[in-house]
């Protein structure tokens, strides 16, 4: 059985991490929430000029210390939502201007309730980095009020010998924006660019779209080699309504520009695909589950169109006889494609295990691990989804597997294990 590291740090949900939000109302308005929008506004412009100040007053000093440049962030939610204010191209002061923005903000702690389900990449910059170590950058569900769940990053660097660091975060944290994007881009295409002045590991990708309404869930983040020799990342999620779920991908090249972009198909009404890091026989690949219990190999023309898919790994064992999936992107190595799975057996308990895919034909699996590779220890079970480990994406670093996983949906930890260990558990 092969032997995991664990490495002391442990990430836990932190309510003190706030963005500012647009508050519901104007945001999506319509009908009778847009005649109580213009209500609104009608009241604000009615205040006079003292009024004004003292209450922008007040609020600057309730705020200012807690988010970065929150009067540029009320003057652009004002410019924002201008056109549905119902004010017929009004003038107005400043004053003014940031007051309705700021009545048409809130403040948001995005990862109150559960920090979980991690998944990491090589960090775009390497520069500096000698005797092994690399640069990472992990993904991490963060979920706050109302179960509503978020995209965060942390940055941080990993040495050959096992060590690692995570960069801290900064003091204010801010929300990725919408931008208009390349003017070709599809009407279901979201464009969203990262503040100019704000850190990686201060940014926060919140839902935008009616379909997204209720969370973006399980980022499964890949470095993925175009045929140009060049690396864009990419990540698969599931988009959650409140209703319905939609698997979508998230594009960047730098982590300051992204696309949110629906995966066409019938693969894409599932949940949990895994995007292989290159092209194989000139054809993008995924593991998915398709039928709720399996794993299944899907090949794809085009990244954003999935269906179909052929049948590759049922439950064989005793811990994952309820069901499979995958736990992120496939991992190249010599021997083929390592790819970690995760089981769901008796009471169900959650348990990561791996498989190993044939480089040339990963439909062809070259074995297995019986046992568990990771297993809810006695002192992880407790927290919001007991008896669950969980990883949505880890990397090779030399010899070793990194391994970022969430305990119990609620806190995150991390592990090296042996590729050579890995292998050797495989039946």
Known sequence: ???????????????????????????????PDLERVHRLAREIVALNPRTVRAELGVVLRDFADRHWQIEKVFEDRFDEIENKLG??????????????????????????????????????????MLDGSIRILLSLRAVGEGHISTIAFREGII????????????????????????????????????????????????????????GLEDLRLVEFKRDSGKSEWIGTYTAYSGRDIQSELLRTRDFKDFTLTPIKGGAG??????????????????????????????????IDHWSGGDLLLEPQFPWELIQIGN????????EGWLVLTHGVGAMRKYAIGAALLDKDNPS???GRTANPILSAADEDREGYVPNVVY?????????????????????????????????????
């Not at 975060?169 to 003017?183: D, I, L, S």
């Not at 736990?327 to 010599?334: N, Q, R, S, V, Y």
């Open 87 to 128: 004010l017929d191209g009004v003038p107005l002061k400043r004053e003014m201007r940031l007051l309705i923005g700021a009545y048409f903000c809130h403040e948001y702690s995005y990862a109150a309730a559960a920090l979980m389900n991690p998944s990491v990449v090589r960090h775009p910059d390497q520069s500096g």
């Open 159 to 214: 040495t050959h010998n096992r060590e690692m660091t995570l960069l801290p975060q900064p003091a204010f944290a801010t929300a990725a924006m919408p931008g208009p994007g390349p003017e070709d881009k599809p009407d279901d295409v979201v464009s969203l660019y990262r503040q100019t002045d704000s850190s990686l590991s201060g940014t926060v990708i919140f839902p935008i779209t009616e379909a997204q309404r209720n």
């Open 327 to 334: 736990c992120g992107a496939p991992i190249e190595l010599d």
């Open 269 to 302: 009404r599932n949940k949990g695909m895994a995007l292989f890091p290159r092209k194989i026989d000139g054809q993008f690949h995924m593991i998915g589950r398709q039928d709720g219990k399996n794993l299944y190999l899907l090949r794809s023309d085009t």
């Open 391 to 427: 990883t949505c994406g880890a990397i090779r670093v030399g010899d070793d597997i990194f391994l970022p996983y969430g305990v119990a949906d609620s806190s995150v930890c991390f592990a090296f294990v042996a590729i050579s260990e890995i292998l050797a558990a495989m039946a």
């Open 1 to 31: 059985m092969a032997h995991l590291v664990q490495h002391e740090l442990r990430l836990h949900a932190d309510p003190t991490r706030v963005v500012v939000r647009p508050f519901h109302l104007a945001w999506q308005a319509s009908g």
């Open 364 to 366: 062809k699996v070259l």
